[in-house]
């Protein structure tokens, strides 16, 4: 008698692990697939290349002005979000991410000099040093992938870690606007 009373329960363990192994495992944020990125013009790209935490966002532009946007499809961004810029120079990059907006440029007729500026919905200013969660270090780097000063020639790049502080649990959307050069 006792086991034909187990019958019904072992029936419904069985089809409780059938089920939970139909559904799918939330995705982490160092897995494959975990960010989904679209650019807006045919000749623009973003390759996303995702190693252990770190996500890489290579970005290629054939005519040097373009936008993109990153979805994020896991339950959070990954430890590091790596932006590569492959432009020849970078005299606008906007990222737009929930009610922030990061503004940033190395403009080439300033000789180098940084351009930064972080604004909220409502807060046009926020003070940004480098010890700010909105802060960005931008690296310059050549073909061979070696630091370089000044702009890159073909085949080198503009690279930058997005700050932590852009990229809350909430904002689920980055959407990313570039300018290599300004044009008359």
Known sequence: MRATSFLPFAALLA???VALAAEPAPQKANEAGALEAKCEKEGDAVKVTVEGGKAILSVTSKSG??????????????DELILRLHLRGLEALNIAAGDLRLSTSLPSYTGGTRLYRVSKEG??????????????????????GKP????????G????????????????????????????
């Open 15 to 17: 089809a409780a692990a």
């Open 65 to 78: 002005i373009g936008r993109a946007t990153v979805e994020r499809k896991a339950e959070r961004w990954p």
């Open 123 to 144: 807060d046009e200013g926020l003070k940004v040093d480098k010890d700010s969660p909105y802060w960005m270090d931008i690296q310059v780097f050549g073909l061979d």
């Open 148 to 155: 370089i000063k000044g702009l890159p020639r073909d085949g």
């Open 157 to 184: 790049w503009f690279e930058m870690r997005l700050p932590k502080g852009l990229l809350g649990d909430q904002v689920k959307v980055v959407t990313l606007r570039w300018i290599d050069f300004y044009r008359q």
